[in-house]
Nanobody
Framework: QVQLVESGGGLVQAGGSLRLSCAAS????????LGWFRQAPGKEREFVAA?????????DYVDSVKGRFTISRDNAKNTVYLQMNSLKPEDTAVYYC????????????????WGQGTQVTVSS
């Protein structure tokens, strides 16, 4: 069982930056791939970024955030981060952290564990 708690959301102007954190509790954090998803008002939840378990730390991003967002993990702190730069109003959403064993997936149904979400609002 993995419990996930997100933090770091807030209100920022377009062009600004935020760093989201997701702290995980439970054993064998290094065995889990971690993902970030987001859900804007009136829209379905979508994949944003993911990082694999310790075996390689491969990453994947949705095209709309490539070059602006960076996912990373600190296994000593059981935490995954999402550094978001050059934010745009269309990045406004509730951001969720999710976990699954080992490998990256981009569909939410393949993630077993979810946090409660943190709101990110980008003003124009």
């Amino acid at each position: 069982q993995v419990q996930l708690v997100e933090s770091g959301g807030g209100l920022v102007q377009a062009g600004g930056s935020l760093r989201l954190s997701c702290a995980a509790s439970g054993p064998t954090f290094t065995s889990y791939a971690l993902g970030w998803f987001r859900q804007a008002p009136g829209k379905e939840r979508e994949f944003v970024a993911a990082i694999s378990s310790w075996a390689g730390y491969s990453t994947d991003y949705v095209d709309s955030v490539k070059g602006r967002f960076t996912i990373s993990r600190d296994n000593a702190k059981n935490t995954v981060y999402l550094q978001m730069n050059s934010l745009k109003p269309e990045d406004t959403a509730v951001y969720y952290c999710a976990a699954r064993l080992y490998t990256i997936r981009v569909t939410e149904r393949e993630y077993a564990y979810w946090g409660q979400g943190t709101q990110v609002t980008v003003s124009s």
